[in-house]
Structures are given as C-alpha cells and as structure tokens.
C-alpha cells in the first residue's frame, strides 16, 4: 500500500497537512528537532545522518552519549542504504519487517558506513524501525531519509503519549510539535538484536511469540547484552513520584488498581494488557502533575502478555 493511501486511512491528524509537513521537512533539513507522534510513544526527531542534529537530541534528552538511538526510516527498503547484514540476517531481517512494518517491531543489525557513530552511542550496530504511524510516514517520506528519534521524554523519565504531556523543556526545543492525538499502542517498541541470535532487548507490542512465528523458534530474552542498550538501564521510563508495586491499593493510596477507585487519585486500569499500555504513562504523567509523593500500582497479572507492561513497571518501581 502506498504511503499517502496508508495515511488517507488512518486516523484523525490533526497536524497531517501538506504545509506543516513541508515546514517540517524544512526544520529537519536545517538541522532542528521536530517532536513526531509515532503508534507508541512521542520521538523527539532530527536528521538521522546528521552528527550535529543528533549531538542537540542527547543534549535535550539529558541522555548519556553512550545511549543508541532508534533510526526510523519508510521501510524495508532501506536496509540495504544502512545496514551491512550478511546475506541470511539481511533475509531474516526482510522477513521480520515483512510482517510486522510499518509498526512496533525495532531490529537491530551491522551498521553501513553511512550511519554516524553518534547515532549509534558508539556501537557498531544500528537500530531501525518504521512507525505505524501516517503523518510520520508521510514526513518520513517527504524527508527523504531516515529520522533518529528517542523517546520525546528527558532521560530516566516517562515517555509522552500525548503532546499534553511533553515536558516543557523538550517542547521548547523543539522547532515544531507535530501532533495526532494520543499514540495508540502507548509503550516503547519492542527492541530485536539480530546481530547474532536473535534477542529480545526491550519487550515491546510484538510479542517473542508473534517473532519466533516467523523465525521459526522463539527469540532469546535479552541475553548477556543488557550493558549496552539503555533501555536495559534499571531505572527508566519513571515519574517524579517514588512508584511501588503492590497486590492491592489501600483505601488512601494514590496508583493504578484493576478494581473501583476507592479515592480520586486512584485510576482504574482495563484488565486486558493492550488497553493497559495505551493508558498507563497518561495515567502516570496526570498523577505525577497532581504533586504525589508516591505511585502505588497493583500488579498486573501473569501471563506473557503482559511482559512488555511489567517491564517498565519493573524499571520504573526500581529504586537506584
Ligand atoms: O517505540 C519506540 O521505539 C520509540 C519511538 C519514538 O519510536 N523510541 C524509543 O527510543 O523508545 P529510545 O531512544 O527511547 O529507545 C531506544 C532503544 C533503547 O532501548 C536502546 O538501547 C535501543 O533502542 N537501541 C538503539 N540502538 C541500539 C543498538 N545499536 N544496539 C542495541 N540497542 C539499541
Ligand atoms: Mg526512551
């Protein structure tokens, strides 16, 4: 399906018009960060080929160099423009894509020349996805060339799912906000190393079992690769207040709970994991303005389909 097909079916954009993606594209070109919706969180994005827009992400973001970012490009065809995989990963990787592009699914593979090392922290690898996300495509594509784009949240923090809730400093920086409501998946993508086994770095929407459908056997979980990938940093995607993770709310806590709110600083969560992510850092950053001291959250049932959820609450609850 064509891009603008992709875009004429997808949901209200507010901000999807000719004009601001052309002004867009301008700020792009000159080197200026524009923050992009994607289908799951905000990305605070700039050139990704260019070593001096990325140094001003780090610099917003607060983020340690080290830290690769996420290339975000139209589609498989760009694999070939900067990646260097060997032929078997290049097909597994074109398989991978094939099924779950555009959408949450970043793969991590050998970086070609092209890509700076300032987008990469350093490594030798590079992480790509493309979002399913139509005004992104659409820019993507009027850009002509891949995006780097964290998270739009200053590092350690929750990343935004509304533009209402960006933090003011990183709206500030940037030379334009491009919004469309609220992202739909609502937690970070799922983080794919092919570079040897394929591992899962960051649980994300696509789950181990819908990878390990197309490669044939299920993905290892995160493997002896943990130092690397900032997403593995243990404390991350947190709010202001101090979170605990508990088997039920008392009367007087403030958090997220499955049952009636018994207090108006309690939020009720929906019981299946999908809707959960989608309203869980909206939840977090609306009881983080209110001034709470502390974040109690009723743990979620067990089951794989809560992997990606437990994951940033785990980080999030992590106390260093
Ligand atoms: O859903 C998402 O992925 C969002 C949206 C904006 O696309 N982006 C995002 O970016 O979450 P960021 O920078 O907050 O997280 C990037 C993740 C980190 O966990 C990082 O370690 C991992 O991707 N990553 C990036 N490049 C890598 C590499 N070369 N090797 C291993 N991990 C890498
Ligand atoms: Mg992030």
């Not at 495509?137 to 209402?164: C, M, Q, Y």
């Amino acid at each position: 399906m064509d891009r603008r097909e992709r875009a004429a079916r997808g949901d209200v954009e507010s901000d999807f018009t000719d004009l601001r993606i052309a002004e867009a594209v301008e700020a792009l070109r000159r080197g200026e960060l524009v923050v992009v919706p994607t289908e799951t969180v905000y990305g605070l994005a700039c050139d990704g080929l260019s070593p001096w827009a990325i140094h001003k992400v780090y610099e917003v973001k607060g983020r340690p160099e080290a830290h690769p970012l996420i290339l975000h490009v139209t589609g498989i065809e760009w694999f070939a423009r900067l990646t260097l995989a060997d032929e078997p990963t290049r097909r597994t990787a074109e398989k991978l894509a094939g099924a779950f592009w555009p959408g949450p699914l970043t793969l991590v593979l050998p970086k070609a020349e092209v890509v700076p090392e300032e987008a990469t922290g350093g490594l030798s690898t590079v992480a790509i996805r493309s979002p399913n996300q139509a005004t992104t495509l659409v820019l993507l594509e009027a850009f002509g060339g891949p995006l780097a784009a964290p998270s739009a949240n200053r590092f350690t923090r929750l990343s935004p799912t509304r533009v209402e809730d960006l933090d003011p400093e990183i709206r500030a920086a940037a030379a334009m906000v491009l919004d469309a409501g609220p992202c739909a998946i609502g937690i970070e993508s799922t983080v794919l190393d092919l570079v040897d086994e394929p591992t899962i770095l960051r649980p994300g929407a696509i789950s181990a079992e819908q990878l390990a459908s197309v490669l044939g056997a299920m993905p290892r979980l995160r493997g002896g690769k943990t130092g690397r990938s900032p997403g593995s940093h243990p404390k991350h995607y947190s709010p202001t207040a101090r979170v605990e993770i508990v088997t039920a709310l008392a009367a007087g806590d403030p958090g997220l709970g499955f049952g009636e709110p018994t207090n108006p600083l309690q939020v009720r969560m929906a019981r299946d994991s999908s809707t959960y992510a989608q309203d869980l850092y909206r939840a977090l950053h609306s009881l983080d303005r209110l001034g709470v001291e502390f974040i109690r959250i009723e743990a979620p049932p067990q089951g794989p389909e809560w992997d990606a959820v437990r994951d940033r609450l785990e980080r999030m609850a992590h106390p260093g």
